[in-house]
C-alpha cells in the first residue's frame, strides 16, 4: 500500500484544515478559514482566503498575521469582518485579546474596529441591509461602563485574582469555567467607525456619575474616540445572553435572538425581539418546557423560522420542529408536519419561500428544501456527504458550503438549485485516503433495520482478512456522517484495521422511533444493536473475526465500559473520557439538570457500567483529560480504581492501562497531544490483536 498522509501521525497532524466559509453579499467570493500547523507543532494558525464562489480560480491568501484570524462575515457593503488576538497599532502593545477586525473590500489594510479589554468572542449577526453588526463578549457583572469594566479587568490582573463568585447554576460548560464575566451581545454600527489623521488625537470621556470618579481615575484613557462605541443589548444578563442563535432584520433595526430563560439548574430558551437603537426587549415566542431556537429571518425582512424543541422526558425524546411565523411572532405554524429528521441549521432560500435546512439522514447530513405553502420536504443533495456551513447566494438562488465524508475532509462547495455540485478551490486539497469505504447494515432483534460505515484497509481479502474495529460515536444523539479530525478512522485504516462506524438505537437520522429504541435504557437497544452490526461485519469473508477491538469516546466511552462488562468478545477495548458510575455522573456533569431529566432513576442505576466492573476481562485502556467538565475526571478515576480493586495481581500491577492529560479537555485538542493519543491507543491495540510486544510511547517518559 503507497504511503498517505495516515500513514504518519506527524504528517496527518500537519494536513491544512478548512475551518469555516463565509459567502460575500454578491455572491461572487467565498473566504474560507484555514488552519496550518504552526512550526513547533504544538497549536494550529489560522488564516483567511478568498477563493471564486463559481468553482473558477485559484485560493488566495488574504491575512496572514501571528496571531492568526477566524470568524469570518461580509457586512453589507462587501467589508470583511473576522475576530484576531493580532496586534492593533493604535491600542495598547501588551494586550493579548481578540477584537474584532474589518478588510476593506476596496483594498487597505485591515483595522481594529473594537477595543474591548475582555476582547470579542464572535460574531452573532450581520444585517444585509445596513452598515450594523452584533457581537458576543463577556464583560464582568459589577461594571456599568466600558470604562469601568477595563479598569476592574485591571485590578484583578494586578492583584492576580482568579476567584469567582457564583450565585446560580452552572458554574462551568464544557471546557472552561464560567464567569466571573457574564456573555452579553453588543451592537455596532459600523458606519460610526472614523478613519481621518485627527481622529486618533480625539478622547472620549467616560460616563461618570456620583461615586464613579475615583474608579474613573484608575482608568488610563476612555473607550477609543475613533472607533464605534458599543451598544449593550443585554445589560446584566446574567446568563441569558448564552443565546441559541440569533438574527439582525435587514435594516439593522431588530435583533432576534434565543435568549435564556433561567429555570432553577437549566433554563428554556425564549425568542425575543431587542430594538438595537433603544435595547428594548420584546418577548416573541415563549413556551413552557420548550425550546424555541435557531431564528432566521427572511431577506425581505417579513417572517422568522425558529426550531420548536420541547423538553425530553425519561419516557421518550420529543421531536424538534421546524416553525415559521411574522417577523413580529404572529401566526406561528409548523412546516414539515410528519417529517421527523431533526434540523442542524435552517436559513431562508433566496426567494424566501423554502427554508434551506441542514439535517441528519440515513448516514448522511443532507440539504434539503423545506417549503413555506405547507408542500413536502425536498431532498436537495443525495450524495454519500454531510453538508455544513451552508451559505446562500441572494442572487443566483445557489448555495456554498462545506462538505465532507469519512474518506474526505471538509472542502468548499457550490450547489446549484438542482443539486449540482461544484468542488471549489481551496488551499487544502484532499489527502489521498487509504482503503476503500461501503455501508453495512443489519436486522437488530426488534426488526430495525441498523446500519453503519464499514472503512477496509486496501488488499483486506479473504485471503488476508483485516481484524476489525468496532469505534462508536458519542453523542449519543450523533450520527456517523461526517469527518472529523479529532476522530479519525483513516489512520487505523492505514495501519491495517478494518473500522466499523456504526449508527446504534439513539442516533439521529433514522427517525424518532428510532431514537426512542435506546431511550432511558442505553445498556439495551444500543448495545444488541452494536454486537448485531458486528455480527454482520464479522461475517464478511475479508474481516478476521479472531481479532476484534472495540473503541469509544463520551457516550462511545459509556457503551465501551458497557461492552467490557457485558461480553468477552474482544481483544482489546479504549474507553475514552468515558462514564462509568451514573449516580455520580448525573450530579457532577457541567449541564446536571439535564441528564437526570432524561433518565428515571431507576434505570439510572439499571444503566450504570459500574455494576459489571466485576464481570470485565478485556483489557481497557482508560483515557481522560482533567479539564473535561461534561464528562468529568472522576468518572475515570473511579473506573481505574474499581479495576484495581477487582482485577489488579497482588503486587498491584494490571494488565489495563491509564492515560491523563492533565491540561486535555472532552477532546484532546493540541496537536502533539493527539500524536501521543493515537501512539498509545495503536501500541495497546497492536499488543491485544496482533501479539506485539508493548511500546511504550517514548513521549510518555
Known amino acids: 500500500m503507497p504511503p498517505t498522509p495516515f500513514s504518519s501521525l506527524e504528517s496527518y497532524i500537519a494536513l491544512p484544515r478548512v475551518e469555516g466559509i463565509a459567502l460575500s453579499p454578491d455572491g461572487n467570493r467565498a473566504v474560507l478559514t484555514v488552519a496550518t500547523l504552526k512550526r513547533d507543532g504544538t497549536g494550529y494558525e489560522r488564516a483567511l482566503w478568498e477563493v471564486p464562489a463559481d468553482g473558477s480560480g485559484t485560493p488566495r491568501r488574504l491575512t496572514r498575521s501571528a496571531k492568526g484570524e477566524s470568524g469570518a462575515a461580509f457586512t453589507a457593503s462587501g467589508d470583511l469582518l473576522f475576530v484576531s488576538t493580532r496586534p492593533d497599532a493604535a491600542g495598547d502593545a501588551e494586550d493579548d485579546v481578540a477584537q474584532l477586525w474589518l478588510?476593506?473590500?476596496?483594498?487597505?489594510?485591515?483595522?481594529?474596529?473594537?477595543?474591548?479589554?475582555?476582547?470579542?468572542?464572535?460574531?452573532?449577526?450581520?444585517?444585509?441591509?445596513?452598515?450594523?453588526?452584533?457581537?458576543?463578549?463577556?464583560?464582568?457583572?459589577?461594571?456599568?461602563?466600558?470604562?469601568?469594566?477595563?479598569?476592574?479587568?485591571?485590578?484583578?490582573?494586578?492583584?492576580?485574582?482568579?476567584?469567582?463568585?457564583?450565585?446560580?447554576?452552572?458554574?462551568?460548560?464544557?471546557?472552561?469555567?464560567?464567569?466571573?464575566?457574564?456573555?452579553?451581545?453588543?451592537?455596532?454600527?459600523?458606519a460610526e467607525l472614523e478613519d481621518s489623521v485627527s481622529s486618533v488625537a480625539l478622547d472620549r470621556a467616560p460616563d461618570q456619575g456620583e461615586g464613579e470618579q475615583a474608579l474613573a481615575e484608575e482608568t488610563a484613557k476612555g473607550y477609543p474616540a475613533e472607533l464605534p462605541r458599543p451598544r449593550d443589548l443585554t445589560p446584566s444578563p446574567g446568563r441569558t445572553a448564552d443565546a441559541a442563535g440569533a438574527a439582525l432584520t435587514p435594516d439593522g433595526r431588530t435583533l432576534v435572538a434565543a435568549l435564556r430563560l433561567p429555570e432553577q439548574r437549566s433554563g428554556r430558551f425564549v425568542l425575543v425581539a431587542i430594538d438595537v437603537e433603544t435595547g428594548k426587549h420584546t418577548t416573541l415566542l415563549d413556551e413552557e418546557r420548550v425550546h424555541l431556537e435557531a431564528p432566521a429571518i427572511s431577506h425581505d425582512g417579513t417572517r422568522l423560522a425558529y426550531v420548536r424543541a420541547p423538553y425530553s422526558t425519561p419516557e421518550g425524546p420529543a421531536d424538534q420542529e421546524l416553525w415559521v411565523a411574522g417577523v413580529d411572532g404572529s401566526d406561528p405554524r409548523r412546516l414539515a408536519v410528519g417529517w421527523d429528521r431533526w434540523p442542524t441549521s435552517l436559513a431562508?432560500?433566496?426567494?424566501?419561500?423554502?427554508?434551506?435546512?441542514?439535517?441528519?439522514?440515513?448516514?448522511?447530513?443532507?440539504?434539503?428544501?423545506?417549503?413555506?405553502?405547507?408542500?413536502?420536504?425536498?431532498?436537495?443533495?443525495?450524495?454519500?456527504?454531510?453538508?455544513?456551513?451552508?451559505r446562500v447566494d441572494r442572487g443566483s438562488g445557489n448555495l456554498v458550503a462545506l462538505r465532507s465524508s469519512w474518506t474526505v475532509p471538509p472542502h468548499p462547495v457550490r450547489i446549484g438549485l438542482d443539486g449540482s455540485v461544484t468542488p471549489l478551490a481551496t488551499p487544502a486539497p484532499a489527502p489521498a485516503a487509504p482503503g476503500t469505504i461501503t455501508e453495512v447494515e443489519t436486522t437488530a432483534e426488534d426488526g430495525a433495520r441498523v446500519r453503519g460505515w464499514l472503512l477496509l484497509p486496501e488488499g483486506a481479502s479473504a485471503d488476508r482478512p483485516a481484524p476489525l474495529l468496532l469505534w462508536i460515536h458519542g453523542g449519543p444523539l450523533n450520527?456517523?456522517?461526517?469527518?472529523?479530525?479529532?476522530?479519525?478512522?483513516?489512520?487505523?485504516?492505514?495501519?491495517?484495521?478494518?473500522?466499523?462506524?456504526?449508527?446504534?438505537?439513539?442516533?439521529?437520522g433514522y427517525g424518532l422511533d428510532f431514537i426512542a429504541r435506546g431511550w432511558n435504557s442505553w445498556g439495551a437497544k444500543p448495545f444488541t444493536d452494536l454486537m448485531a452490526i458486528t455480527d454482520a461485519a464479522e461475517a464478511r469473508d475479508d474481516i478476521d473475526a479472531t481479532r476484534t477491538a472495540a473503541m469509544g469516546g463520551s457516550f462511545g466511552g459509556y457503551m465501551a465500559n458497557w461492552v467490557a462488562g457485558h461480553t468477552d468478545r474482544f481483544r482489546a477495548i479504549v474507553t475514552h473520557a468515558s462514564l462509568w458510575a451514573m449516580d455520580q455522573f448525573g450530579g457532577t456533569t457541567d449541564n446536571s439538570e439535564y441528564w437526570q431529566s432524561i433518565f428515571t432513576p431507576e434505570a439510572m442505576l439499571e444503566n450504570s457500567p459500574h455494576r459489571f466492573v466485576r464481570d470485565i476481562v478485556t483489557p481497557l485502556l482508560v483515557i481522560h483529560g482533567d479539564r473535561d467538565y461534561r464528562v468529568p475526571i472522576g468518572e475515570s478515576l473511579r473506573l481505574w480504581s474499581e479495576l484495581a480493586e477487582h482485577h489488579a495481581q497482588p503486587d498491584g500491577t494490571t494488565k489495563h492501562r491509564f492515560l491523563y492529560f492533565p491540561d486535555e479537555n472532552h477532546w484532546v485538542l493540541k496537536p502533539q497531544h493527539a500524536v501521543v493519543w493515537y501512539e498509545t491507543v495503536f501500541a495497546f491495540l497492536d499488543q491485544h490483536v496482533h501479539g506485539a510486544e508493548w511500546t511504550r510511547p517514548s513521549l510518555l517518559g
Do not use: M, Q
Not at 464567569?179 to 452579553?184: K, L, N, Q, T
Open 479 to 508: 450520527s456517523w456522517n461526517a469527518w472529523s479530525w479529532r476522530w479519525a478512522p483513516l489512520l487505523a485504516v492505514a495501519r491495517g484495521y478494518a473500522v466499523l462506524l456504526p449508527d446504534p438505537a439513539l442516533s439521529t
Open 103 to 190: 478588510l476593506p473590500a476596496a483594498g487597505g489594510e485591515a483595522r481594529a474596529v473594537t477595543r474591548l479589554a475582555g476582547g470579542v468572542a464572535g460574531v452573532t449577526a450581520t444585517a444585509t441591509g445596513s452598515d450594523t453588526v452584533v457581537l458576543a463578549a463577556e464583560l464582568l457583572p459589577s461594571a456599568t461602563t466600558l470604562e469601568e469594566e477595563a479598569a476592574l479587568r485591571a485590578s484583578r490582573k494586578e492583584k492576580k485574582v482568579a476567584a469567582i463568585l457564583h450565585d446560580r447554576y452552572p458554574v462551568r460548560y464544557w471546557d472552561h469555567d464560567l464567569g466571573p464575566a457574564e456573555p452579553h451581545l453588543l451592537a455596532l454600527g459600523l
Open 348 to 390: 431562508f432560500a433566496a426567494d424566501d419561500a423554502s427554508l434551506v435546512v441542514t439535517a441528519d439522514d440515513d448516514g448522511r447530513g443532507r440539504i434539503l428544501r423545506v417549503p413555506l405553502d405547507g408542500g413536502a420536504v425536498e431532498t436537495l443533495t443525495s450524495d454519500d456527504f454531510a453538508y455544513s456551513d451552508v
